[in-house]
């Protein structure tokens, strides 16, 4: 009896292979996730439902988004805009409906259009200051044609005009002009026109 007992005595049990018939398995401790209401929801002071339409453009974090655009088209006409749209391009509405609002509120007579017209008129006005710089650049390659061709012909050679210049040469209109050289005498040399 002695050795039946000292052989169960040397055995160890482990707590895992305890098991207890009538209690639960450990679990996690509950976490209860609060989902905040989107920023258009909350000003508009309304539930907001699990699909609302306005949660994913207007997140709580940034109320100003959506009050902005809330003041311009109002709550209705932006939830009727977005519905009426494809997933796709609702954040593309979005950003041109706060873009738009916030211009309107800087100038609520022609709002983004009168940006549009500013830069449009700035983007002309550089345009002609682009075009006159080319024509004055090419107006110098000419000049400078025109007085190698001086020099080659005061020193008894042929004038040779490379393709480019004379291709700037074919598209000016020339007049003489009188001149005073290291001589002192007279002598003409032909100035391009712009035509």
């Known amino acids: 009896m002695e050795s ?23 679990s996690l401790p509950q976490v209860t996730v609060v ?3 989107c920023a258009a929801c909350k000003i508009l002071r ?6 609302c339409v306005l949660a994913p453009y207007f997140p709580p974090n940034d109320p100003i988004k959506f009050t902005t655009a809330h003041r311009v088209f109002g709550a209705s006409n932006i939830i009727k805009f977005l519905q009426e ?17 916030n211009s309107r509120l800087r100038d609520p007579v022609y709002g983004c259009a009168g940006a549009i017209c500013q830069l449009q008129k700035q983007v002309s006005e550089l345009q002609a ?8 650049v090419v107006n ?14 005061e020193m008894g050679q042929s004038p040779q005009a490379s393709p480019l210049q004379q291709s700037n040469l ?5 007049i003489p002009m009188s001149f005073l050289d290291d001589n002192s005498n007279f002598g003409s040399v032909w100035e391009p026109l712009w035509t």
């Open 4 to 26: 039946t007992i000292s052989s169960s005595s040397s055995r160890s049990v482990s707590p895992s292979s305890l098991s207890y018939p009538n209690s639960p398995p450990p």
């Open 129 to 136: 200051q682009l075009a006159k710089a080319q024509a004055e």
């Open 35 to 37: 989902v905040s209401p």
């Open 46 to 51: 309304r539930r907001c439902v699990e699909k």
């Open 85 to 101: 749209l494809p997933e796709s391009q609702r954040a593309d509405a979005v950003s041109s409906m706060v873009y738009e609002a």
């Open 170 to 174: 074919d598209n000016f209109t020339y």
């Open 140 to 153: 110098m390659q000419c000049q400078q044609a025109n007085f190698m061709a001086l020099i080659c012909m």
